[in-house]
């Protein structure tokens, strides 16, 4: 059974940098057909999707916020990343890590990392 | 950028019976293979989303059959035929057409 397990900080200091991990169980993300995301959800709020990844490192962002945030693929460690910099409020959200199919859907959802930013 | 817009907002309904929400697209999200790239989640409260509906009417594994995906291009909707207790939360449709993938402002459904 696949798993995706968010980790990183709980809260972050207002133009520190949000790192998060997410750790996959149950498939390997090298040669998989699969896109791994990140997409977050403010609070009480809908969802925005921020960025995807391919095994082979290809990279897609959401414009609004492609200047700021990388995504990143290890594949040893069969994980991938999300590097936000220069956090503001406006960053706080629950943050999802998710495997998307190459028919635009995600099936498989982390339970999510809950990040506040805050002095 | 594909704006996805969902009524309603809140959907109040009583057990047993059935329930509708409506998801319109910006955008057409019928792509030349022929399919809709149009799909349907609910996050049911603390929980993270989860898929329902690919492809504007496949469901997903595990999916009760009282849930079905319907429409094509633009406008779509997806119905509860007898809604259940266990079925509140937020419905969310999203469209994986192109980038930025983007959903719905979601459809809150209560119990009565």
């Known amino acids: 059974q696949l798993q995706l397990q968010e980790s990183g900080p709980g809260l972050v200091k207002p133009s520190e940098t949000l790192s998060l991990t997410c750790t996959v169980s149950?498939?390997?993300?090298?040669?998989?057909?699969?896109?791994w995301g990140w997409i977050r959800q403010p609070p009480g709020r809908g969802l925005e999707w921020i960025a995807n990844?391919?095994?082979?490192?290809?990279?897609y962002y959401n414009p609004s916020l492609k200047s700021r945030v990388a995504i990143s693929v290890d594949t040893l460690r069969n994980q991938f990343s999300l590097t936000l910099p220069s956090v503001t409020a406006a960053d706080t959200a629950v943050y999802y890590c998710?495997?998307?199919?190459?028919?635009?859907?995600?099936?498989?959802w982390g339970q999510g990392s809950r990040v506040t930013v805050s002095s | 950028e594909i704006v996805m817009t969902q009524s309603p907002l809140s959907l109040p309904v009583t057990p047993g019976e059935p329930a509708s929400i409506s998801c319109t697209s910006s955008?057409?999200?019928?792509?030349?293979?022929?399919?809709?790239?149009l799909h349907w989640y609910l996050q049911k409260p603390g929980q993270s989303p989860q898929l329902l509906i690919y492809?504007?009417?496949d469901r997903a594994s595990g999916v009760p059959d009282r849930f079905s995906g319907s429409g094509v291009g633009t406008d779509f909707t997806l119905k509860i035929s007898r809604v259940e207790p266990e079925d509140v939360g937020v419905y969310y449709c999203?469209?994986?057409?192109?980038?930025?993938?983007?959903f719905g402002q979601g459809t809150k459904l209560e119990i009565k």
């Open positions: 998710a495997r998307q199919t190459h028919w635009g859907f995600f099936d498989y």
């Open positions: 149950g498939d390997s993300i090298a040669g998989s057909h699969y896109y």
């Open positions: 990844i391919f095994y082979s490192g290809a990279t």
């Open positions: 955008q057409n999200l019928q792509h030349t293979n022929g399919y809709n790239y």
């Open positions: 492809l504007g009417s």
């Open positions: 999203m469209q994986g057409l192109q980038t930025p993938y983007t």
